[in-house]
C-alpha cells in the first residue's frame, strides 16, 4: 500500500483519544478521522451490509463573515464553530487542526487522516433551544424584507457567541486580519448517522454513515451522504490507514460512487449578506 511517509509509520493514534483536557467550563478532546463523500446508492449498499445503529442529528453552523467571505470553512487549519444536537443532549464545539496526513490504497482511492481538537460546552434545553432558533431566525431574515432586524439579529448572535466560556473559541476569534468583522450564522444540517465497529484485522474502528440535509434557514439547499472512519482501538497511523483501505475494497465502490459534486449552502447565506453589508458597515 502506498502510504504516509515512512517518518510518520510509528506515530500511534488513538481516537476520541489520547488525552482529555478539562477546562473549567469545558473541555478539549482530539479526534482522529478520514472519510469520503458517497453517491446514494453507494450509501444505501454499505448500510445494507452491517449492523449500523442510527441517531438523528441537527448541526447549526456559525462562520466569521468580514463583508465579502467566510473566513473558517473552507480554511487549511480546520476551523469550524457549531452546535451539535442529538436526542437529550446539545453541545457547542470549536474546531482546529493538529494535522492532515494524505494516504492512498492501492486501488487508488485517496484520503486524508485528520487530527484535530476539539473545544466542547454542554448546554442546557434552554440555551439549546434558542441559539438553534436564532440560527434559523437570522438566515431567515437575511431572506426577508425587514433588513434592520437582519443586522439586529446578526449583531445580536455575534454578541452572544464573542461571550461564550468555549475552549479553543480564543482560536478562531484570532483568524480575521481585520476589526471589523460579524460571527453569523451560515447554515444548518439536519443528519442521521449510522455507526458500527468494525475490525478489518488491526483493532476495531468506528464506522459511519451519514445521511445530511443542507439548508439555509428553512429553505432547502441538498442532500448528501458520506462515510467517515474514526479510531476506536489504539493503533499506528498506517494501520488505521490499511484499515480504512480494506474496508473500503470490500465494498466493491466504483469510481464514480465516490467524492460527488456539492453544492455549498454557506454560497447562498454569503449572497444574503450581501443585502446587508452596508447596514453592517462594510
Excluded at 478539562?22 to 453517491?39: H, P, T, V
Excluded at 476495531?204 to 454513515?209: D, H, K, L, Q
Aim: with cysteine; glycine share 6%; aromatic share 8%.
Amino acid at each position: 500500500m502506498k502510504s504516509l511517509s515512512k517518518a510518520l509509520f510509528g506515530l500511534v493514534l488513538s481516537a476520541v483519544v489520547s488525552s482529555v483536557a478539562s477546562a473549567k467550563d469545558g473541555s478539549i478532546k482530539n479526534q482522529i478521522e478520514a472519510g469520503f463523500n458517497l453517491e446514494a446508492v453507494a450509501a444505501q449498499k454499505i448500510l445494507k451490509k452491517y449492523a449500523f445503529v442510527g441517531e438523528d442529528r441537527v448541526d447549526y453552523y456559525a462562520d466569521i463573515y468580514d463583508g465579502s467571505k467566510f473566513l473558517l470553512i473552507p480554511n487549511p487549519e480546520m476551523y469550524k464553530f457549531r452546535l451539535k444536537t442529538t436526542k437529550g443532549k446539545a453541545v457547542l464545539q470549536a474546531n482546529t487542526k493538529i494535522s492532515i496526513l494524505p494516504s492512498v490504497c492501492p486501488e487508488g482511492w485517496t484520503f486524508k487522516v485528520k487530527e484535530k481538537a476539539v473545544g466542547e460546552l454542554k448546554l442546557n434545553n434552554r440555551d439549546h433551544e434558542n441559539f438553534a432558533r436564532a440560527v434559523v431566525e437570522q438566515l431567515d431574515a437575511l431572506n426577508g424584507t425587514d433588513l434592520p432586524k437582519a443586522v439586529h439579529d446578526v449583531q445580536k448572535l455575534h454578541r452572544h457567541i464573542v461571550g461564550l466560556k468555549l475552549p479553543l473559541l480564543d482560536k478562531l476569534l484570532s483568524v480575521p486580519a481585520s476589526t471589523h468583522w460579524y460571527f453569523t450564522a451560515s447554515h444548518l444540517t439536519k443528519k442521521i448517522k449510522w455507526t458500527v465497529l468494525q475490525d478489518m484485522g488491526w483493532g476495531n474502528i468506528e464506522v459511519s454513515i451519514t445521511q445530511g440535509e443542507d439548508f439555509v434557514g428553512s429553505t432547502f439547499i441538498q442532500k448528501k451522504y458520506e462515510i467517515e472512519f474514526q479510531l476506536e482501538d489504539e493503533m499506528s497511523q498506517d494501520d488505521f490507514a490499511q484499515s480504512i483501505c480494506a474496508f473500503m475494497k470490500e465494498q466493491d465502490l466504483q469510481p464514480e460512487d465516490l467524492q460527488p459534486g456539492r453544492n455549498k449552502p454557506q454560497l447562498e447565506t454569503l449572497n444574503r449578506l450581501s443585502r446587508i453589508n452596508s447596514l453592517l458597515g462594510f
